[in-house]
Each structure stands twice: as C-alpha cells, then as structure tokens.
T-cell receptor
Framework: GAGVSQSPSNKVTEKGKDVELRCDPI?????LYWYRQSLGQGLEFLIY????????KSGLPSDRFSAERTGGSVSTLTIQRTQQEDSAVYLCASSPVVGASYEQYFGPGTRLTVT | GESVGLHLPTLSVQEGDNSIINCAYS??????FIWYKQESGKGPQFIID?????DKRQGQRVTVLLNKTVKHLSLQIAATQPGDSAVYFC??????????FGRGTSLIVHP
C-alpha cells in the first residue's frame, strides 16, 4: 500500500519568505508527527497530532512555525518569515497507535534550503 | 528530561561481519525503545523495538539488547551486508507517544 508522502521533496526559498510543507499520512493512521533533521543530527520533534485531540506543539521552535491537520488526514507545516537556521530536512511520520505500539512510518522528507 | 547518546558516530565493518551499534540513555523511566534505519535521502525505517520488561528481542538478522541497569541499548546485525549501510538511530520514550531520538550512528559496510 501507499506509504507516507511529502511534498515538495525539495524547497529553496529566500530568507523572509513563508513556506508550506505538506504531509499525506497512511490512510487510517490516527497519529501524525513532524520532525526536523539537520545535517548529521538526530530528529528534533516539532508537533504531534492524535485524532481529534489538541496537538502537542511543545517542540515548535518559535511562533513562526505552525501546523494544521485537516480532516484527520493531510497535514501542512507552515514556516513564516523563514530564516537560514530553518534549513533542514522536515520529516513527517504517521502511526496507527494500535495498542501500545509507537511504531512510526516516515515519509521521505522535504529538504528546505533558505538562502 | 531524556538524553540519548551514541558511543560511536561511525562504524565501519567488512561484509559478513557482525555489527554492534550502541546507545546510552539517562531517563530510567523510559519504557519503550526503538531502532530505526535511515538510508541516504530517505526517511527513517523501523527495524525493531523492545519494551522495558524484556532484555532481548530478535528479528531477522537483528537483535536488540536492553540493559536497564546501566541504561544501555544495543543493536546487533548479523552477517552485515552492503545494503545495511545507513544511519541507525535509537529512540526511546517513557509513557509518551513522542519518542526522543539519538544523534545516529553511520554504519559503513565494506564489500
């Protein structure tokens, strides 16, 4: 079946511009995560959606970052007034949250470059 | 909070050898541990997991060992193949659906 997809795969933007990154999770997965991965680093948690509950935004680095999840499916991560330090790979993952399993299925990521 | 570290950032092995990738953690409340594999240009892929009530779990060519006493987790890959070359991350969580990821170990398999 189809996995998690993300678009665009690459995005180059000028400092100060806004960007939107899209994630299409696996159908039926109730949990959705956004992470940021800088070169040679681990995954930095950004935000977590679970069903209709209020999202856990504790990982968002500043108020320039926001995310939505419409209809419990597609999610959009928006970065306003981008800065060079926002350059990274943004990864989305979904999870069925079945029982006590935390297994996450990751998309290929969006590589964001802010010039 | 939790901190996750890795003993070696890069591990080079010969094809056919066994590989051992290590991970240390600090939060004794962690109860779920996962290993992910990330190939270049791709997102992380789940390999194997283990709960804190276990100390060993085996999969296909992989074994995860958990030593709660010293807060240490390891991933063993048997008969390492060139296709195993990737960055391996440990991740852990304690009563939360939000795992903490380690920095990663790059495994390089030489044919």
């Amino acid at each position: 079946g189809a996995g998690v997809s993300q678009s665009p795969s690459n995005k180059v933007t000028e400092k100060g511009k806004d960007v939107e990154l899209r994630c299409d999770p696996i159908s039926g997965h109730t949990a959705l995560y956004w992470y940021r991965q800088s070169l040679g680093q681990g995954l930095e948690f950004l935000i977590y959606f679970q069903g209709n509950s209020a999202p856990d935004k504790s990982g968002l680095p500043s108020d320039r970052f926001s995310a939505e999840r419409t209809g419990g499916s597609v999610s959009t991560l928006t970065i306003q007034r981008t800065q060079q330090e926002d350059s990274a790979v943004y990864l989305c993952a979904s999870s069925p949250v079945v029982g006590a399993s935390y297994e996450q299925y990751f998309g290929p990521g969006t590589r964001l470059t802010v010039t | 909070g939790e901190s996750v570290g890795l003993h070696l950032p890069t591990l080079s092995v010969q094809e056919g050898d066994n590989s051992i990738i290590n991970c240390a953690y600090s939060n004794s409340a962690s109860d779920y541990f996962i290993w992910y594999k990330q190939e270049s240009g791709k997102g992380p892929q789940f390999i194997i997991d283990i709960r804190s009530n276990m100390d060993k779990r085996q999969g296909q060519r992989v074994t995860v060992l958990l030593n709660k006493t010293v807060k240490h987790l390891s991933l063993q890959i048997a008969a390492t193949q060139p296709g195993d070359s990737a960055v391996y991350f440990c991740a852990l969580s304690g009563g939360s659906y939000i795992p903490t990821f380690g920095r990663g170990t790059s495994l390089i398999v030489h044919p």
